[in-house]
């Protein structure tokens, strides 16, 4: 049995959260100096782990074993939100790295092939899964020239950090055989069920819909009530009357958001002319997601039809399919987290999208979740215990074991 | 009888309208290179009429009769909001200078004193009711400090403008006895009554509540429905129930609107930790605003105790008193509106706020209204009628000469 060192590991943890530290938590987003700095880092300490590692020209760390395939790509991303917990993508990048330093220890598990990735701007600092959707061969031209809210361009910013003549790691089909992501589960669902390990199943799909009222501006102290055709006065009840809709209809697991909402002109002695919100679903079941969106497109159509406001519902992006993990991947994350925690697991979707969820397309792939205290993520505040953390570890690097021997 | 000359009123309106013309409507905003032009021209018009005109030092237009007291001020402003109509405050400025033309014709009127006004920035492009705020000495040195949306401070635009070294135009309780200002209704009232003049009995008060939310912020993939506090979502149940229960309080006049709202941090995949709106409301009488404050103020220490989100209301600036117009000035106005179109006018109140509302706290104040075309002002659409226009003014200048001969 490879057992991982779970002091090393939770040494290098601290070590990364170094890179961007604020207070409890981390401030890395894609390609800034501290972004780069971490980048540097694991590079070299998949070197020491006896990896061939580069950081390509999207700014992915991979680090390529040199043992001959097939191989298991394991991995997860290094960058942060603009707010960011320490843990996120960063404890499955040192997962990995770990695993890989595990197996090299012992005569009887030298011989396997894992790769290790430290993918960039999963975060979307610039855009989404950037690094992923790179190494599956998925990036478009328009992705370059994607900005942040400086409106630094991708390009640009590979530019800035001098990346823009490396090589561009790919997936090879000869070699990868597929890719497990270890994370923290950002929800309440393992702390709750007192569950140390998830076992994803799914990762959800996810709609947005640009929800647009349309009313008739006037003067706030002229216009008789009777007389309006308040934009505002509309978003209000479609906001009411959607959460009353979606909660007889949705699934057990179905969420719903609306983030952004604006009146317009947006001033206090004008009625609203206009308005629109952004509505947000996610559930694991396309069957549902079906059935959200065409219980929000009815409400649309049934307020058009009250007045005085027109509604109208448009799909603000592609929606993000359901994304089912790989049965053969999962069996084996089962099979090794039954034998260290027996029930002290669970299968269970991530509400989340992962780059598990990119990579997913091109090559069978599965997640490994350990419990968030207080369901607390995306915030300086996230944490997990350091037993659930060096467990999550051990169970990977048994996974990859029982995956990888013939 | 003093008769105005329509043909000159309506030709001298078209020629201000010129001054920042855009297609149907005026873009004439408060020292604007459009609005010092008009200035100057509306100083020529006044010197034409006989009267000493200067352009003062917050941009204040006034002409001066040259006969002894007492004298009424007649006026309006003629500065417009970002997107204005041609009539708005225009027309009460060229009623007065109409006025004073006509008065000035005849032996039996031309000692009668009528001293004639264009107030600075009623729209509040720097400051709300610069001008007559300056003529009763009500302008502290903040409002001095106070910046139009590109930053510029009032002080510094009328450096700009050339006014720094100019005095201001004063009220002078030993000569000036009353005001009167006429204006477009800018609401649908008159015309849906078939009434072509309006006796403003009173000028609403207003009030504007900042309501707040403040709930958890999570992210809206891995958040259950259950365990949110969603910030967004009562300000959503706010706005439906605030107004159930003003619809049932409220006077048959009163007008409430939440002209502006925000979700924080407004973000897609965010459930918003925070939120507000401003919740403006308007009536004649103080007792309905006391009533409906309370009423709002109940609504959101209902909410705070059902949860999970706080709600808090709180006066975003000071409120606006409802200001009663003068009895004895309205009785002049009655009286010649009656004489003119028997059956065709009524007395009502101002559901907009006017430099009258101001200038009442000083001197007796009275306003006269015509008819909006649909009830449509601040839009470029906004119009009256030819015949309306002309009578207006031909009531009020058979006011003034009531009130100003003994």
Redesign the interface.
Known sequence: MVEVDGERLLESLQTLRGFGAVGSGVVRPTFSGPDMAARRWLRDQMEAAGLDAVVDGVGNVFGRSRNGGPALVIGSHSDTQPEGGWLDGALGVMYAIEVARALAELDSTRRLAVDVAAWSDEEGTYANFLGSRSFIGDLADGDMASTNTAGESVAEAIERVGLSHEPRVALDPARHIGYIEAHI?????LEERGRRIGVVTSI?G?R?LQISFSGR?N???????A?RS?A??A??????RV?SRL?SI?GP???????????EP???????GSAWC?L?F?DADEAVLDTVEAAVRDLAAEMTAEGPVAVSAAR?RDPVTATDMSAELRRHLATAADARVRDGWTEMPS???HDAMVIAKSVPSAMLFIPSID?I???FAENSHDEDIVLGCQVLVDAAISILEP
């Open positions: 589960e950002q929800g309440p669902h959800v996810m947005t501006q003067h706030a102290g002229t216009t008789p009530m007389r308040d505002g006065v978003l209000f009840d479609f906001g009411v959460r909660e949705a697991a179905t969420v719903w958001t609306i983030g952004n909402a604006r009146l947006g001033a206090e002695s004008i009625v609203p952004g947000q996610r603000r509400a989340a999208a369901g993520s995306h915030d």
